[in-house]
């Protein structure tokens, strides 16, 4: 399989459930990115991690964690989330976090998570 | 602050030709790049400029004014298969990339 690619697609649950949204890359990528989007909105960078360590943590909210325990894996855990984090997740590779141009950004089809 | 500004909302007609423009304020500058993103699925690349004038890639071109910081993505040739959000971002001297909210375009037959 190549590409990147996230499960679930779709996922609701309710404020006191405890969920993970898994990403996996086969691209042989050094970065990896959780970015959050919502309708009308420029997308939001939640996550940066570059080389398996994070470099990147834009004001998230504890409940959201992530965890990238190898190059090609990346989870975001999620705990007592509110109705607004409903949104798309998605989660994208490249080459290396500071590679300039050569920063081509591949990402996952997304997670569509709705909070009830 | 950084921004980026697009159209939110675009309408052209199957086989015409249509320009999307971005202005873009940043700390510094590393590049202008476009996604594309069909509704339901992952955005894709389809360009970067970072230097002045106009890049073509068959029926797509991007085009950069370091000066006045502004770009265009032009589509020829419309298709109704180019309906898609269009995403315009910048990036910052710290190779921060700056999003744009994206332009909807609709093609009409």
């Known amino acids: 399989e190549t590409g990147v690619t996230q499960t679930p697609r779709h996922l609701v649950m309710g404020m006191t459930n405890k969920k993970s949204l898994k990403c996996e890359q086969h691209?042989?990528?050094?970065?990896m990115y959780w970015y959050k989007q919502s309708a009308k909105k420029p997308l939001e960078l939640m996550f940066v991690y570059n080389f398996k360590e994070q470099t990147e943590n834009n004001s998230v909210p504890s409940r959201f964690s992530p965890e990238c325990p190898n190059s090609s894996h990346l989870f975001l855990h999620l705990h007592t989330l509110q109705p607004e984090d409903s949104a798309l997740y998605l989660c994208?590779?490249?080459?290396?976090?500071?590679?300039?141009?050569?920063?081509?950004?591949?990402f996952g089809a997304g997670s569509r998570l709705t909070v009830l | 602050g950084q921004n980026i500004d697009q159209p939110t909302e675009m309408t052209a007609t199957e086989g015409a030709i249509v320009q999307i423009n971005c202005t873009y304020q940043t700390s510094g500058f590393n590049g202008l790049f476009w996604y594309q993103q069909h509704a339901g699925e992952a955005p894709t690349f389809l360009s970067y400029?970072?230097l002045d004038g106009l890049e073509e890639k068959g029926r797509f071109s991007s085009f950069l004014s370091r000066s006045k910081g502004y770009s265009y993505l032009l589509l020829k040739e419309l298709q109704m298969k180019d309906s898609a959000s269009y995403l315009c971002?910048?990036?910052?001297?710290?190779?921060?990339?700056?999003w744009g909210a994206g332009t909807k375009l609709i093609i009409k037959p």
């Open positions: 994208a590779s490249s080459q290396d976090e500071s590679a300039g141009g050569a920063n081509v950004l591949t």
């Open positions: 400029n970072v």
């Open positions: 691209l042989g990528h050094n970065a």
């Open positions: 971002l910048s990036m910052d001297s710290n190779y921060q990339l700056i």
